[in-house]
């Protein structure tokens, strides 16, 4: 196939809105008479609030409205299932920082002083803090009043196939304990919205990634039918998962704006982005694992304990996601999996860029390694005969389709000369694995529709493609503009785009979950290809000559220029609109649960990274990581190689500093310079090697980009301070004090290792057994359930 | 009951000098040039991360240097020559780092490129031909949350290439 637009490095359609800094992010908003929200948020980690008086607020000059619980009290949350979060709490607080009541005035520092000014009194009761306090019986009460028991959100127990048998059979068996601390997405865009009300509706402008969902959130507090709410994607500042929930001041300012009649906005501090937070689940991980004595996996059980924070955001999810997929990358005959997500009094952790999987990533990955050198294997070897094969269906009923492992994994070694590498204390490679989804393949919410769709218009030789997806940098709208040009034989360029806005785009789920080029793109796809078809239809009757002798591209259909066939076609057909939607297979399993983890595409990667290790003082130097990524097929090359770059950044900081971690109910570093994140000085060259595997169900063959590469890159890390150091450091971080300390253990002839000594007992329920799909994987028969 | 806003504020008259042009405006001694910028002035080209001085994002030039501006009172700077990113092209057309930025995708979500622009702008004003380290050096105190860095190093350089020896752009010829 040979394109004219698709595999080209072009720059992002929006790239010189963004240079010039013309692009309108939702805090560069300032329409007249605008208002200004600040959210009055709890000291308190876990507290009974026993009353609020907002009269002296009231009254100070500039207060335009003040409102507290009272005024929303109907609670919302991301999954139908865990409807737990209210807009502003009047009864009881959750975490330091829960919205408690907002203001707006006709300043900042007005609306600021008020909410000071505004009187709580508190029962304060004692805080959970870790995942062994949630499991133990509460001194005070629970955090939330449902799930159980005690402050347990959620627990999950799968078994795949004869796990027993695969253990009885297998030449060696081994545990191991990890731990991955919790972190957070630290866009460098604060959340902002800004919201109005004419003429009986409301209008939201927000740095959201997802306006479906806050579209929905808005109608269900403000009680509204959602024909009266209008939200829309402001210029985005980026997100990593961050900005996937409904947050409170996105509802308080609608509700503000309603009451006050005037335009309300409330831009986060950077504090405040902290609470709000949504970010890594900290998560305990137990694994065991049999195999053969050449180191084939006989079968697997794993344990995750996340640390959930005060409300269920995503979180049944992201239990679901620490068990998903260890069997998409490697071939586990039996598999078992236990998961619990508890409460702690703590900013609710949700999503952020590989949702719940790099943590038991880190694990597998680690423990894979220590099994290979139980047994005297090569890693690599080990990993590579256990790798998952293109077309077939895993024991926990994924289907994988498209899958480069084994060329990832050629091209890092190649490259990085692993193989062959001269080994000297101080010095460490260490190689891993991945797997991401290219979007869920069920919704969040049961429904039967389409996950996305896109309109194109033609009039007079103008395009206009119109979706709900919403860029946050990543470039969906450029992969958008692409298929629509390469289809229309134009440039991207000439595509207009209407984007994220709930009035005039079709649906779309947003961006989260590596979604919208698979999803958006196919749908973009078929519209566009409508079109086209029209276009053809036309120049081939005005030519007087069959429709397949009309050739497009270079702006030409046959004959005729674009504008010349527009023409054409709307003369024939009246108004020139195309439609295309895209809903994913039905390909999950007959089981509870199998609703997350099953997509129509996994994106596979490998990662070497070469570090030096110092031996007295345990800071780490990365020199260079390799990185290779199965993205089914480029579409922008470009915007592809800068969503790995970001993504190995990104992994970078979680393996070597970043850490969100809590102090008698406090957050501990509640800013950009105590919350360390990797600088320019920080960062390693990277060389990315894109593997194109066409995949057959994504758009051109395309799969995501924007996930996967992070996850291999935390193991990794660790697995090369083993290299160079002979140490294992079995706990995310890997900061050079745990290096210290695994040293000196190591030294004192200990085990060389810094990690958890323990997994807690969790009164996991008896494991529900799920029989294996068959192996191989027909996909002419796709829907087999 | 802390209540500040029931004091007098204290007010001045300052006259900016931004991107060229010379604006007086009546503000409180505390409003920071970020926010004066944005708010008064409309440059919301300007962003910010922090409002604390911590993530580079709020950086213009004064007098050529690189600047936080949401640490800086207008009242400091009176008279001086500040740049925003507004003031970076020349009409229409692009400067050649915001022409590299764009080119090579250094700007993803696009939040930290304002900053990093001007940032850069005054580092190829003191030294033409920046190594790699550098450019790193000199935008330590910039961070990114998308690109990983590696697209503006390369923007960077390559803006750098063109400005010490003009060659036809990417596209053209
Ligand atoms: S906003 Fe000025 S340094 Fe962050
Ligand atoms: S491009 Fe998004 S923060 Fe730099």
Same mark, same amino acid.
């Given at each position: 196939m040979s394109f004219s637009i698709i595999g080209k490095p072009l720059p992002k359609v929006d790239a010189v809105a963004r240079v010039t800094g013309q692009a309108i992010y939702a805090d560069d908003m300032l329409p007249p008479r605008t208002l200004h929200c600040r959210i009055l948020r709890s000291p308190h980690p876990h507290a009974r609030i026993l009353s609020i008086d907002t009269s002296a607020a009231r009254r100070i000059?500039?207060?335009v409205a003040v409102i507290t619980g009272a005024d929303l009290p109907i609670k919302f949350g991301i999954l139908p299932v865990t409807q /737990?979060?209210?807009?502003?709490? @009047?009864e009881k607080v959750r975490y330091v920082g829960d919205p408690i009541a907002a203001v707006a005035a006709t300043d900042e520092e007005i609306a600021a002083s008020a909410c000071d000014a505004i009187a709580v009194e508190y029962e304060v009761l004692d805080p959970v803090m870790s995942i062994d306090a949630a499991l133990a019986t509460p001194k005070d009460e629970r955090?939330?009043?449902?799930?159980?028991?005690?402050?347990?959100h959620k627990l999950v127990a799968l078994e795949f196939g004869d796990v027993e048998g695969g253990f009885a059979r297998a030449d060696h068996v081994r545990e191991d304990v990890f731990f991955f601390q919790g972190n957070t997405h630290l866009p460098m865009e604060q959340h902002s919205a800004i919201a109005t009300y004419v003429d009986g509706k409301v209008t939201l402008w927000s740095s959201t990634q997802v306006v479906h969902y806050v579209h929905r959130a808005l109608a269900k507090v403000l009680e509204?039918?959602?024909?009266?709410i209008r939200v829309v994607g402001a210029a @985005?500042?980026?997100?990593?998962?961050?900005? !996937?929930d409904p947050f409170a001041h996105e509802i308080v300012v609608a509700k503000l704006a309603m009451m006050t009649g005037r335009p309300v906005k409330c831009t986060l501090t950077r504090e405040e982005v902290f609470y709000a937070h949504r970010g890594r689940h900290p998560v305990l991980m137990w694994v065991r694992t049999g195999v053969t004595k050449?180191?084939?996996?006989t079968a697997m059980h794993f344990k995750s304990a996340l640390d959930g924070g005060a409300y269920g955001s995503y979180g049944v999810a992201s239990t679901f996601y620490t068990g998903a997929l260890q069997t998409v990358t490697y071939d586990i005959p039996a598999y078992r999996f236990e998961g619990c997500r508890v409460f702690t009094n703590k900013p609710p952790c949700g999503p952020k860029r590989g949702h719940g999987t790099p943590q038991p990533r880190f694990a597998i990955e680690l423990h894979l390694e220590k099994i290979a050198h139980d047994l005297g294997l090569d890693p690599v070897d080990m990993k590579r005969r256990n790798f998952v094969k293109p077309m077939t269906r895993t024991v926990n009923w994924m289907r994988v389709t498209s899958c480069g492992l084994e060329e990832c994994t050629a091209r890092v070694m190649d490259a990085s000369g692993f193989r062959t590498r001269k080994r000297r204390p101080g010095r460490g490679m260490g190689f891993a694995i991945s797997s991401y989804l290219?979007?869920?393949? !069920?919704?969040?919410? &049961?429904?039967? #529709?389409?996950h996305s769709e896109v309109q194109i218009k033609v009039d007079r030789g103008g395009v206009t493609a119109f979706c709900g997806? #919403?860029?946050?940098?990543?470039g969906s709208d450029s992969v958008l503009a692409a298929i629509v040009a390469e289809e229309l034989g134009l440039?991207?360029?000439d595509i207009r785009l209407v984007t994220a806005d709930t009035d005039t785009t079709p649906i779309d789920l947003g961006s989260?979950?590596?979604?919208v080029t698979f999803m958006a793109g196919n749908a973009a796809l078929e519209a566009a290809r409508k079109m086209r078809a029209l276009l053809v239809e036309a120049a081939a009757a005005k030519m007087g000559?069959?429709?397949?002798s009309v050739r497009v591209g270079g702006g030409r259909f046959g004959d005729f220029s674009f504008e010349e066939a527009s023409v054409l076609a709307e003369a024939r057909f009246g108004t020139l609109t195309s439609a295309g939607s895209y809903t994913p297979p039905k390909?999950?399993?007959?089981?509870?649960?199998?609703?997350?983890?099953?997509?129509?595409a996994y994106s596979y990667s490998a990662c070497v990274v070469d570090l030096d290790a110092d031996q007295r003082t345990g800071l780490l130097h990365i020199n260079k990581v390799w990185i290779a990524h /199965?993205?089914?097929?480029?579409?922008n090359p470009l915007l592809v190689e800068g969503q790995v770059e970001g993504s190995v950044y990104m992994g970078l900081g979680e393996a070597l500093m970043e850490e969100q971690t809590f102090r008698k109910g406090l957050h501990k570093w509640p800013s950009m310079l105590e919350y360390k994140s990797p600088t320019f000085l920080d960062m390693p060259e990277i060389e990315t090697f894109l593997v194109e !595997?066409? /995949?057959?169900?994504?758009?051109?063959g395309a799969k995501e980009a924007g996930?996967?590469?992070?996850?291999p890159v935390i193991p990794a890390v660790s697995a090369a301070v083993f290299d160079a150091?002979?140490? &294992?450091?079995?706990?995310?971080?890997? !900061?050079p004090e745990k290096i210290v300390e695994a040293l000196r253990r190591q030294g004192k002839g200990e085990p060389p290792r810094y990690g958890p000594s323990r997994f807690p007992d969790i009164p996991y329920p008896k494991c529900i057994r799920v029989e294996p799909p068959?192996?191989?994987?027909d996909l002419a028969a796709p829907a087999a359930i | 009951m802390r209540n500040e806003v029931e004091r007098p504020v204290d007010r001045h008259v300052v006259a900016l000098q931004v991107n060229g042009e010379r604006t007086e405006l009546l503000l409180p001694?505390?409003?920071t040039l970020l926010e004066v910028l944005r *708010?008064?002035?409309? %440059?919301? $080209?300007?962003?910010?991360?922090? *409002? %604390? $001085? *911590? +993530? $580079?994002?709020?950086t213009v030039l004064v007098d050529g240097k690189p600047e936080l501006s949401c640490l800086v009172l207008p009242i400091q700077i009176e008279g001086r020559a500040i740049t925003t990113v507004e003031g970076l092209a020349s009409g229409s057309e692009l400067h050649p780092l915001q022409q590299a930025f764009a080119e090579l995708g250094?700007?993803? +979500? $696009?939040?930290c490129t304002p900053g990093i622009l001007l940032a850069s702008k005054s580092l190829l004003e003191s030294n033409g031909r920046p190594s790699r380290d550098e450019i790193r050096e000199a935008l330590a105190g910039n961070l990114c949350r998308?690109?990983?860095?590696a697209k503006i190093l390369d923007a960077v350089q390559l803006a750098s290439e063109r400005m010490a020896s003009p060659l036809p752009r990417r596209g053209e010829g």
């Amino acid at each position: 196939m040979s394109f004219s637009i698709i595999g080209k490095p072009l720059p992002k359609v929006d790239a010189v809105a963004r240079v010039t800094g013309q692009a309108i992010y939702a805090d560069d908003m300032l329409p007249p008479r605008t208002l200004h929200c600040r959210i009055l948020r709890s000291p308190h980690p876990h507290a009974r609030i026993l009353s609020i008086d907002t009269s002296a607020a009231r009254r100070i000059p500039g207060v335009v409205a003040v409102i507290t619980g009272a005024d929303l009290p109907i609670k919302f949350g991301i999954l139908p299932v865990t409807q /737990d979060e209210r807009a502003l709490e @009047h009864e009881k607080v959750r975490y330091v920082g829960d919205p408690i009541a907002a203001v707006a005035a006709t300043d900042e520092e007005i609306a600021a002083s008020a909410c000071d000014a505004i009187a709580v009194e508190y029962e304060v009761l004692d805080p959970v803090m870790s995942i062994d306090a949630a499991l133990a019986t509460p001194k005070d009460e629970r955090i939330q009043d449902y799930g159980g028991p005690n402050n347990i959100h959620k627990l999950v127990a799968l078994e795949f196939g004869d796990v027993e048998g695969g253990f009885a059979r297998a030449d060696h068996v081994r545990e191991d304990v990890f731990f991955f601390q919790g972190n957070t997405h630290l866009p460098m865009e604060q959340h902002s919205a800004i919201a109005t009300y004419v003429d009986g509706k409301v209008t939201l402008w927000s740095s959201t990634q997802v306006v479906h969902y806050v579209h929905r959130a808005l109608a269900k507090v403000l009680e509204l039918p959602m024909n009266r709410i209008r939200v829309v994607g402001a210029a @985005h500042g980026g997100g990593f998962g961050g900005k !996937t929930d409904p947050f409170a001041h996105e509802i308080v300012v609608a509700k503000l704006a309603m009451m006050t009649g005037r335009p309300v906005k409330c831009t986060l501090t950077r504090e405040e982005v902290f609470y709000a937070h949504r970010g890594r689940h900290p998560v305990l991980m137990w694994v065991r694992t049999g195999v053969t004595k050449d180191g084939r996996i006989t079968a697997m059980h794993f344990k995750s304990a996340l640390d959930g924070g005060a409300y269920g955001s995503y979180g049944v999810a992201s239990t679901f996601y620490t068990g998903a997929l260890q069997t998409v990358t490697y071939d586990i005959p039996a598999y078992r999996f236990e998961g619990c997500r508890v409460f702690t009094n703590k900013p609710p952790c949700g999503p952020k860029r590989g949702h719940g999987t790099p943590q038991p990533r880190f694990a597998i990955e680690l423990h894979l390694e220590k099994i290979a050198h139980d047994l005297g294997l090569d890693p690599v070897d080990m990993k590579r005969r256990n790798f998952v094969k293109p077309m077939t269906r895993t024991v926990n009923w994924m289907r994988v389709t498209s899958c480069g492992l084994e060329e990832c994994t050629a091209r890092v070694m190649d490259a990085s000369g692993f193989r062959t590498r001269k080994r000297r204390p101080g010095r460490g490679m260490g190689f891993a694995i991945s797997s991401y989804l290219s979007g869920a393949g !069920t919704a969040i919410y &049961w429904n039967d #529709m389409p996950h996305s769709e896109v309109q194109i218009k033609v009039d007079r030789g103008g395009v206009t493609a119109f979706c709900g997806a #919403m860029d946050i940098g990543q470039g969906s709208d450029s992969v958008l503009a692409a298929i629509v040009a390469e289809e229309l034989g134009l440039q991207p360029k000439d595509i207009r785009l209407v984007t994220a806005d709930t009035d005039t785009t079709p649906i779309d789920l947003g961006s989260y979950s590596s979604r919208v080029t698979f999803m958006a793109g196919n749908a973009a796809l078929e519209a566009a290809r409508k079109m086209r078809a029209l276009l053809v239809e036309a120049a081939a009757a005005k030519m007087g000559r069959p429709a397949d002798s009309v050739r497009v591209g270079g702006g030409r259909f046959g004959d005729f220029s674009f504008e010349e066939a527009s023409v054409l076609a709307e003369a024939r057909f009246g108004t020139l609109t195309s439609a295309g939607s895209y809903t994913p297979p039905k390909i999950a399993g007959p089981y509870k649960g199998s609703g997350v983890g099953p997509s129509p595409a996994y994106s596979y990667s490998a990662c070497v990274v070469d570090l030096d290790a110092d031996q007295r003082t345990g800071l780490l130097h990365i020199n260079k990581v390799w990185i290779a990524h /199965d993205v089914g097929r480029a579409i922008n090359p470009l915007l592809v190689e800068g969503q790995v770059e970001g993504s190995v950044y990104m992994g970078l900081g979680e393996a070597l500093m970043e850490e969100q971690t809590f102090r008698k109910g406090l957050h501990k570093w509640p800013s950009m310079l105590e919350y360390k994140s990797p600088t320019f000085l920080d960062m390693p060259e990277i060389e990315t090697f894109l593997v194109e !595997t066409n /995949d057959p169900e994504g758009p051109y063959g395309a799969k995501e980009a924007g996930q996967g590469p992070l996850l291999p890159v935390i193991p990794a890390v660790s697995a090369a301070v083993f290299d160079a150091l002979g140490v &294992w450091i079995d706990e995310v971080p890997v !900061t050079p004090e745990k290096i210290v300390e695994a040293l000196r253990r190591q030294g004192k002839g200990e085990p060389p290792r810094y990690g958890p000594s323990r997994f807690p007992d969790i009164p996991y329920p008896k494991c529900i057994r799920v029989e294996p799909p068959p192996k191989e994987l027909d996909l002419a028969a796709p829907a087999a359930i | 009951m802390r209540n500040e806003v029931e004091r007098p504020v204290d007010r001045h008259v300052v006259a900016l000098q931004v991107n060229g042009e010379r604006t007086e405006l009546l503000l409180p001694v505390h409003k920071t040039l970020l926010e004066v910028l944005r *708010e008064d002035m409309h %440059l919301t $080209g300007t962003k910010h991360g922090c *409002e %604390l $001085g *911590e +993530c $580079g994002t709020c950086t213009v030039l004064v007098d050529g240097k690189p600047e936080l501006s949401c640490l800086v009172l207008p009242i400091q700077i009176e008279g001086r020559a500040i740049t925003t990113v507004e003031g970076l092209a020349s009409g229409s057309e692009l400067h050649p780092l915001q022409q590299a930025f764009a080119e090579l995708g250094a700007a993803q +979500c $696009g939040y930290c490129t304002p900053g990093i622009l001007l940032a850069s702008k005054s580092l190829l004003e003191s030294n033409g031909r920046p190594s790699r380290d550098e450019i790193r050096e000199a935008l330590a105190g910039n961070l990114c949350r998308c690109t990983g860095y590696a697209k503006i190093l390369d923007a960077v350089q390559l803006a750098s290439e063109r400005m010490a020896s003009p060659l036809p752009r990417r596209g053209e010829g």
